[in-house]
């Protein structure tokens, strides 16, 4: 019997084009897909993933083939993560860069173009972040993992306060200081 005539050979290649093409896909249509998941957006991974079993597994359907295409999902997955920490020019491809949405309270309407976002969803990942407006917002930026991080004055204030030591130095007591 040939090596690729074995279920679970197939099962595996099968798998790992399935998650390779997932990959692609969600990197061509967007960040947006995978951070700020709507009510569409959770419907869509549902039957996506509901689609695309048959094709992992085609009609086996036992416990083993299962097993077989879950451990391949986790090596391909353990292998891209691999991929992207030693090799940050395939990262930047296959993850895009960073954007700045917002600077200095203007939106840059071509990055948020680019990413795919409308006005609202960005005000709404604004208001997430504890912030009213968008004029009162110093820098959001679309992360490449889908995120939108928003620093504004506030974030200047909480993070230039100085922390009180609770516990002595090491290896002194509170009567020694």
Known sequence: MSFFQNGYVLIALSTAAVYLFIVVALRLFGKSEISQLSVTDLVFIMLLSNAVQNAMVGSD???SGGLVAA???F?????????????PRFGRFLQGESLMLV?????????LRRAKL???ELLEA?????????SEVD?????VDGNISVLSGDFNRRTTRTVKKSRPPHGQSKNQQ
């Not at 090596?75 to 090799?87: A, D, E, M, P």
């Not at 604004?126 to 968008?134: A, K």
């Open 61 to 63: 359907s036992s416990l």
């Open 71 to 73: 451990a391949t999902l």
């Open 75 to 87: 090596v391909v997955n353990f292998i891209f993560k691999q991929c992207l920490y030693r090799f």
């Open 103 to 111: 600077y200095k309270g203007k939106i840059n309407t071509e990055n």
């Open 118 to 120: 409308t006005q609202d």
């Open 126 to 134: 604004v208001r997430e972040h504890g912030v009213s407006s968008v």
């Open 139 to 143: 820098l959001a930026v679309l992360e």
